[in-house]
């Protein structure tokens, strides 16, 4: 039975961290909704705050700490969820007494659990465990344990209205939860637990449900999208979906985030490549390019692995764009492996490039590893590469003077009516990290969602400046 609070009770979302985490929240928003309760931005005079944590690394976890505690500040009982809320659960909640701290398990329940909070009721804040022990690994024992009864909750898994709480014409759309990959770095799967795809008739059903919300463009999210499929006995999941969700009415462009290169087969790579409404877009999680550091880091690859996957993405598509993330300072890392780096990063030629340094995370293996940096040596490397970095992006970006690009409209930027200037993002660009392309010339008639066909004729950085390839403008 729903909760059923007094109608005047408001909450504010407020969303730390990754796409993944904004889809949670939405999904929390739309059962709260539901339940009666009124949802409001500000979070100064609401009756509750919901505040959506990031666990991934140090300054993650602190800018949700910060959040937390900048919340009690308006007054407001304070409600922390999300990933840093799962990892650390009780002992989180002694460290911020301030917080009620709830898991995955709630979120089902979330209108019930802010009914208790605000009515003075107090919690039992859950301990940690291992999500990876929650669910069999083989796919038919997985299915058969989803649907019991006493399940473990998994975020955006049997999918409800989600309300948007951003607004824009691009969406996040999760595809899967977990991961089963076993990076020496990384603790996701501990506090996200295993791979588990959303079934395709749900991820079809929300990608419906966004166009009608205005949607125009998808992007596609996991843990690692990758893998979608392969707990369901079907590897090749995503090569079929992405024509259908292509083919959702209103929705212009597919995008697929969050891909491992070790994992990214030659057909998927062509459909993502050459199918029409999906994005040329690879987002490859490279990490490193030393193949001897990279076999630290439990990963795969190397230079010339990665150098030719990229050749082989712009055979098919010469104008696909391509980011990635890399860590600088693992355990063991030498000048040359910061090298071997530099000549991947040189080659690719690479859209975007994120660049952090190591930090210890508790549960990894990489926390146990000998030949740990100092830190001054971590964050010299890392202003090295990142000073490459934006010497080659912005090279990568000057490149493209002279190439037509697709771009998706966000926002008229026309000083007076009838100018027709617009900013937007091109298939290449992520709408959220990848830079931004302003379009000049653009059609009175433009709204935020439509395409418009534009040549580039200029940069600033990683941005382009585009001029509208009039009348070719598309829903």
């Known amino acids: 039975m729903s909760a059923v609070p007094d109608p005047a009770r408001t909450v504010a979302v407020v969303t730390l961290g990754c796409a993944r985490n904004e889809v949670d929240s939405e999904e929390l928003a739309g059962r709260l909704a539901a339940d009666g309760y009124r949802l409001v931005e500000d979070p100064d005079g609401a009756d509750a705050v919901l505040v959506n944590t990031c666990g991934f690394i140090e300054s993650a976890k602190k800018d949700s700490v910060d959040a937390i505690l900048a919340a009690t500040d308006t007054g407001a009982r304070v409600v922390a969820v999300g990933c840093m809320a799962e990892r650390y659960g009780s002992e989180l909640a002694g460290a911020l007494p301030e917080a009620t701290v709830l898991g995955?398990?709630?979120?089902?329940?979330?209108?019930?659990?802010?009914?208790?909070?605000?009515?003075?009721?107090s919690l039992v804040p859950h301990d940690p465990r291992d999500r990876r022990t929650l669910l069999p690994i083989s796919p038919v024992a997985r299915g058969a344990a989803a649907a019991a009864e006493d399940a473990p909750a998994i975020p955006g898994h049997g999918w409800v209205q989600r309300r948007r709480l951003a607004g824009g014409?691009?969406?996040?759309?999760?595809?899967?939860?977990?991961?089963?990959?076993?990076?020496?770095?990384?603790?996701?799967?501990?506090?996200?637990?295993?791979?588990?795809?959303?079934?395709?008739?749900?991820?079809l059903g929300e990608a419906q449900w966004l166009a009608g919300q205005g949607v125009a463009e998808l992007v596609l999210v996991s843990e690692n999208s990758t893998s979608y499929g392969k707990d369901l006995g079907d590897l090749r999941s995503l090569e079929r979906l992405l024509p259908q969700l292509a083919a959702v009415e209103g929705v212009?462009?597919?995008r697929v985030a969050y891909l491992q290169p070790a994992e990214l087969r030659p057909g998927l790579l062509e459909v993502i490549a050459t199918t029409d409404g999906v994005a040329p877009y690879f987002d490859l999680s490279f990490q490193h390019s030393s193949p001897g550091l990279l076999r630290r880091m439990r990963r795969f690859g190397g230079t010339d692995d990665f150098l030719a996957l990229v050749?082989?993405?712009?055979s098919l598509a010469p104008g696909a764009g391509f980011r990635t993330n890399v860590i600088l300072g693992f355990p063991g890392e030498t000048e040359e492996d910061v090298a071997e780096l530099e000549r991947f990063l040189t080659g690719a030629r690479l859209d975007a490039v994120g660049v952090f340094g190591y930090s210890d995370e508790e549960g990894t293996e990489a926390i146990g590893l000998g030949g740990k940096l100092d830190?001054?040596?971590?964050?010299?490397?890392?202003?090295?590469?990142?000073?490459?970095?934006?010497?080659?992006t912005a090279q990568r970006a000057e490149d493209r003077i002279g190439e037509?690009?697709?771009?998706?409209?966000?926002e008229?930027?026309?000083?007076?009516?009838g100018e027709g200037v617009w900013l937007g993002h091109a298939a290449h660009q992520d709408p959220e990290s990848d830079g931004t392309t302003?379009?000049?010339?653009?059609?009175?008639?433009?709204?935020p969602g439509r395409v418009v066909a534009a040549e580039v004729v200029d940069t600033e950085g990683i941005d382009l400046v585009a001029a509208a390839l009039v009348p070719a403008v598309r829903a």
């Open 169 to 203: 014409p691009s969406a996040a759309l999760k595809l899967a939860s977990g991961c089963d990959r076993r990076c020496a770095f990384c603790a996701i799967p501990a506090f996200r637990g295993s791979f588990v795809s959303r079934p395709p008739a749900e991820v």
């Open 252 to 254: 212009a462009r597919v």
């Open 104 to 121: 995955f398990d709630d979120y089902a329940a979330i209108g019930h659990r802010l009914d208790d909070v605000l009515a003075g009721r």
């Open 404 to 410: 037509r690009v697709e771009v998706l409209l966000t």
């Open 438 to 447: 302003t379009v000049t010339g653009v059609p009175a008639d433009a709204a």
């Open 311 to 314: 050749e082989r993405a712009r």
């Open 412 to 417: 008229d930027l026309s000083p007076e009516e």
């Open 375 to 392: 830190q001054a040596e971590i964050d010299a490397r890392v202003r090295r590469i990142t000073d490459l970095v934006e010497e080659l």
